[in-house]
């Protein structure tokens, strides 16, 4: 509005506005820049952005500074971002995840305290207490309508991500170029919440101006060293002067990367660039456990939280005792780096068989940088992974949240997977216990496989065929196909047949292959309308209201490599479209494709 207002004096062009602004500042401007020449209305639609006078306004360009792109993930994180992949408007929301509870409790506080909450019930769009009493009260979460409407409305209208995807049914458009920085030891809005948007920009809009920072600042524990921070200052400054004020050159895009050191009085490392996150990594150090390890509920050392807790602990440079915490928490050791060491610049991966019992199971991950000479550890990334209650079993891959860090010779990597990481993420309400079986950890290195100085245990990245590995030729994703001829539909019954080609990895490891084969195969049938909205088939035979196409009701088929669904359920006269979607033991769907999908017609 203010800027309308200076358009309509005469003091500005229009076309030409800059949107910045740091954590909450910083989802704004990604929030304007998705929008860019829109505005949203109380309802959910958009209508172009005009001046009070009637001129129409634009952003030129953006940079978010520690924003997020998922405002539901970014606190109640479930552990389904994986850097290699695009997200689904579904993957981050479904399960509900775990509270950042030191974070979310004071940032509850500090509102209580310095500002105005509308009173319990009164506002059900801005119901801050009761939202914050449910939440902090846990689980359980799914199934319960107040907690599925809390996401829905923070997604649907404080989410930039969800916005670029169009996933509420708004239509999709190009954002204003935009340069986004976040930080690998931000534990509330980690780098991640920037790669998220940045994969789906880049696969959505390809030529579409784009540019990563990523650094040791943030909210705590980032360290924001004043040279970091004059770099960052610097980058923003050059990009507005180019896309905004149109006198300087075109400036860099890609990715650039500081890393963390400590002490806080050393200079970060690098910057290393690359014109694209995967491409930052080019190396895994990559290691395997064949044994069982167990996790369970009540475990873990209190103390060790605390220092590292973002809000009361010791910041990112805080060490502990390296002795592992015992029974209960599941500890892997790689062996000491070697030579000059490497470089973790990336998501370090886990992929492992999970054999859950009890309830609300959840998994908090730490790798540390362990110092033999000290007999201490640094905390170098971590993560949260909420078990999903209606597949807690098998194959299961996550990620930590990005980190930086060097491995110096005759360091240890050391992954600790334990039931919480209180107070920093909300322990569970439930009992439960989780077997840990045939564990694999990748390490995403900026050390170039087989260069001079890379020592010899940096490889080449494994293909992204399930979660915990990246991408290479090899086929990522099951191919589901509907057989034509076998599928037709009555009045009274609908028929569908078809298979399922599983792509299995032939030089990836056992329980790599194990994790690409097919868990379940599911069906929907609907009729598609104008604006991606659809009517989904009922088993009652009825169909839904008119809702976004992206919120499917699907059936479970019988089978797997060859499955068929027979559904007494009558098609009115009409037209219907048909889809199927497979779905492997590590949870990679199958590609939509022509194959997959069929229309049919009743008569």
């Known amino acids: 509005y203010v800027s309308g207002l200076l358009a309509d004096a005469g003091l500005i062009d229009p076309q030409r506005i800059g949107a910045t602004g740091e954590s909450y500042g910083g989802g704004v401007s990604l929030a304007l820049a998705t929008l860019k020449d829109r505005i949203m209305n109380p309802d959910g639609t958009l209508a172009p952005w005009k001046s009070p006078g009637g001129a129409s306004l634009r952003i030129a360009a953006s940079s978010p500074v520690i924003p997020w792109s998922d405002l539901v993930y970014s606190l109640l994180p479930n552990g389904r971002t994986l850097d290699y992949q695009i997200a689904s408007p579904t993957t981050d929301l479904s399960p509900i995840g775990v509270s950042k509870q030191s974070y979310t409790a004071g940032l509850f506080a500090l509102g209580a305290a310095k500002g105005y909450y509308a009173p319990p019930m009164a506002n059900p769009e801005a119901d801050i207490t009761t939202w914050f009493g449910l939440i902090n009260a846990g689980e359980p979460y799914d199934g319960n309508p107040p907690a599925d409407s809390i996401v829905a409305q923070i997604a649907r209208f404080h989410s930039s991500y969800y916005l670029l995807d169009g996933a509420y049914g708004t239509a999709k458009e190009a954002p204003a170029p935009s340069l986004i920085a976040n930080g690998f030891t931000d ?128 910041g990112a440079c805080a060490t502990t005792p390296s002795r592992d915490q015992g029974a209960g928490v599941a500890t892997y050791r790689l062996p000491p780096a070697t030579g000059s060491g490497y470089t973790l610049l990336g998501s370090p991966t886990v992929l492992a068989n999970l054999t859950v019992t009890g309830t609300f199971g959840q998994v908090a991950s730490r790798l540390w940088d362990v110092n033999p000479a000290t007999g201490t550890q640094t905390l170098v990334a971590r993560g949260i992974y909420r078990i999903d209650s209606a597949h807690p079993n098998g194959m299961q891959g996550f990620q930590l949240h990005p980190g930086a860090w060097h491995y110096a010779a005759g360091h240890v990597p050391k992954l600790e997977l334990l039931a919480q990481d209180s107070p920093y993420a909300r322990m569970s309400n439930g009992t439960f216990s989780i077997v840990v079986n045939d564990l694999q950890l990748r390490l995403p290195v900026h050390e170039l496989p087989g260069a001079p100085g890379t020592p010899a245990v940096v490889g080449r990245p494994l293909p992204h065929s399930s979660p915990g590995t990246r991408v290479s030729a090899c086929r990522m994703r099951p191919v589901a ?123």
């Not at 069982?292 to 873990?300: L, N, P, Q, V, Y």
């Open 187 to 314: 534990d509330l809005f980690p780098v991640d919440e920037a790669i998220r948007y940045y994969n789906l920009e880049r696969s959505l809009y390809p030529s579409n101006p784009i540019a990563l920072f990523a650094f040791d600042g943030g909210h705590a524990r980032g360290q924001n060293k004043s040279a970091d921070t004059a770099r960052l200052s610097s980058r923003i400054q050059g990009f507005f002067d180019h896309y905004v004020r149109g006198s300087e050159a075109q400036p860099p895009l890609g990715v650039s990367a500081l890393t963390e050191t400590c002490p806080a009085s050393a200079p970060s490392g690098g910057p290393f660039t690359a014109p694209s996150w995967d491409a930052l990594h080019p190396g895994d150090v990559d290691f395997s456990a064949h044994g069982t390890e167990r996790i369970m509920s009540g475990t873990g050392d209190p103390t060790i939280a605390k220092t590292i807790d973002p809000v009361a602990g010791g």
């Open 481 to 603: 196909r509907i057989s034509k001829r076998r599928t037709h539909a009555s009045s009274q019954r609908v028929w569908v047949f078809g298979t399922v080609t599983e792509r299995p990895c032939a030089h990836a490891s056992s329980a790599v292959r194990r994790g690409q084969r097919i868990a379940r195969v599911t069906v929907s049938i609907f009729r598609n309308f104008p604006r991606a909205r659809c009517q989904f088939l009922l088993r009652s035979g009825k169909f839904t209201r008119l809702r976004s196409c992206k919120r499917s009701v699907v059936f479970g088929a019988r089978g797997t490599v060859r499955w068929g669904l027979s559904l007494r359920a009558g098609l009115p006269h009409g037209s219907y479209l048909i889809r199927v979607d497979a779905v492997d033991a590590a949870g990679r769907h199958s590609r939509r494709s022509a194959a997959a999908a069929q229309r049919i017609s009743v008569r």
